[in-house]
């Protein structure tokens, strides 16, 4: 009987060490659960970015708390109803072959001998032509253009003989061997189609003519310097806006300090409808001071991601300027998480897509009757979405606990867009806008120093705001270019100022582009 209690301590501690080891093994089993599905979620988005973006869509099968397109047919009827009646404008279609390009008339005839007449033996006259186009392509070329000044002299003789001679118009560079429409070429190519240095030396050199990439990078520099009131002059336009769409991204910066290169930003800042530019602008870091002393004189809008450094700028403002979210960036985080917790998810996901219906429904009203419909239509799912967000419990760590968390923190922001037509349900301008830099950035790859970056980003303002404008960016940066040497006014030069002085240079792909765009929203 006296060795029992010893053998129960025994068993008890046996007892607790195994109870113990359990929990620390289910721990880690739990631990090893959680990051193998960190892991796995971090490999599905690298899949996901290996094989290009997708659309973010509702898995069909998951209960939704509408029919899709249900609210988008209903408030298309009731726009309908409160139309006048009128007849339906027929679908223009996209010409293949427009009217203003040259045209070679090509005659086709035959031998008198092969249009004799079978009963009479008669030549055949002519009685009409068949008609048919075909889109040909002549290869740009080079081109000399010789300056001849003329040189005067007096016939008479006299002791100090006096010449004059004819002077040349100001030249965008002094001396310089490009003309307004090569270095319009130049830049069109590299701002606008992307091409490195080297592609274009590799153009060039294909019509025989030999420009070194240096030579390239130098008229580039020239041209940003010569363009630079004008990008002052649409930047000041761009701050008179009552909304701005923002973004940034990175690019990297060769620093000779450290050997190498680091990232630094490029942000573009796009202006309403009544100030219709995109201005980029670039940074060494992605701190606040950079959009603080871009935006320190605005007023208004502002509508961009949840990067923290915007918040001071908010504050600062002593609401001077309010803030705007993004619902795109809202449902990322949500959608992320749809696999995770898909029911939830897809609740939400579900009820984004029905306020994205509403913007289809009336994209084509006027800003007050927009704003009308929003107050009717997406105010009561957003009311909705509160309740549901606030009685729910989400765990903080998981991806739809951080989407819960984004859209709580946001949510004054994610509704402000309801206040007014003027502003839109995202920053997806703003986010197209940046693909400019990411497609030059495969291509380029880096920024030479800070005042490459500098003087890229006016270039890219001025190729930017000519789509935004659908103005043809090549007629417009060579009027620009030629222009400005010999005092043409600034704001003649603006855009869309421009292209009312100059219809005939309206980009047509562009408004095509902008429609396809607004029918996929």
């Known amino acids: 009987m006296d060795e029992l209690p010893a053998d129960i301590d025994e068993l008890r501690e046996l007892v607790l060490k195994l109870a113990s080891s359990n929990d620390q093994l289910a721990q880690t089993v739990s631990t090893q659960q959680a990051k193998l599905e960190k892991q796995e979620h971090r490999i599905a988005e690298l899949l996901a970015a290996l094989r290009g973006k997708q659309r973010e869509r509702i898995d069909p099968d998951q209960l939704l708390l509408f029919e899709i397109g249900e609210l988008e047919k209903l408030i298309e009827e009731e726009l309908e109803e409160s139309k006048p009646r009128r007849g339906r404008k027929k679908r223009r279609s996209r010409r293949m072959i427009p009217d203003n390009l040259p045209h070679v008339e090509v005659l086709h005839e035959l031998p008198e001998q092969e249009r004799l007449c079978p009963i009479d033996g008669k ?9 048919s186009k075909q889109l040909d392509y002549v290869a740009a070329q080079m081109r000399v ?7 005067y002299a007096c016939p008479e003789k006299h002791d100090q003989a006096t010449l004059l001679t004819a002077p040349k118009p100001p030249e965008p560079i002094a001396k310089g061997l490009a003309t307004a429409g090569l270095l319009a070429q130049v830049v069109v190519g590299k701002f606008g189609d992307h091409l490195p240095g080297y592609r274009l030396e590799d153009i060039f050199s294909r019509h025989g003519v030999h420009i070194r990439r240096s030579t390239i990078y ?4 020239a041209v940003s310097d010569l363009v630079e009131p004008l990008y002052e002059l649409m930047k000041s336009r761009c701050l008179q806006s009552r909304v701005i769409h923002t973004d940034d991204t990175q690019v990297k910066l060769i620093d000779h300090a450290i050997g190498g290169t680091r990232m630094a930003r490029f942000w573009a800042y796009l202006g309403d409808r009544g100030h219709p530019y995109t201005v980029y602008d670039f940074t060494q870091t992605r701190e606040r001071a950079g959009p603080e002393q871009f935006l320190k004189n605005y007023e208004g809008y502002l509508q961009a991601d949840a990067y923290g450094g915007y918040d001071g700028i908010y504050l600062q403002s002593q609401g001077k300027i309010a ?13 992320k998480a749809r696999e995770q917790d898909p029911a939830r998810a897809h609740h939400v996901l579900g009820v984004i897509a029905r306020l994205y219906e509403v913007e289809r429904a009336a994209s084509e009203s006027d800003r007050e009757i927009l704003r009308s419909i929003r107050e009717q239509h ?19 760590k998981s991806l739809i606990g951080k989407a819960a968390t984004y859209t709580r923190n946001q949510w004054e922001g994610l509704n402000r867009y309801i206040e007014s037509g003027e502003l839109s349900i995202d920053n997806n301008r703003a986010e197209r806008a940046m693909k400019n830099v990411a497609l030059g950035r495969k291509a380029w790859l880096f920024v030479g120093s800070t005042e490459a970056g500098h003087r890229a980003s006016r270039l890219m303002s001025l190729i930017a705001s000519c789509k935004e404008n659908h103005v043809e960016p090549w007629a417009y940066m060579r ?8 005092g043409v006014a600034v704001e003649t030069l603006l855009p869309d100022r421009w292209l009312a002085d100059n219809p005939e240079h309206r980009w047509e792909i562009a408004d095509q582009r902008k429609k396809e765009r607004e029918a996929k929203s």
């Open 123 to 131: 030549p055949m006259p002519v009685i009409r032509y068949e008609i």
């Open 145 to 151: 253009i010789v300056h001849k000044r003329a040189v």
């Open 218 to 221: 130098d008229w580039l520099a």
């Open 323 to 335: 803030e705007v979210s993004c619902w795109a960036h809202c449902r990322r985080y949500w959608h």
């Open 378 to 396: 997406a105010l009561p799912l957003l009311r909705d979405l509160k309740r549901w967000l606030d009685d729910e419990e989400f765990l903080p």
């Open 479 to 486: 009027a620009v270019i030629s222009g400005l040497p010999r």
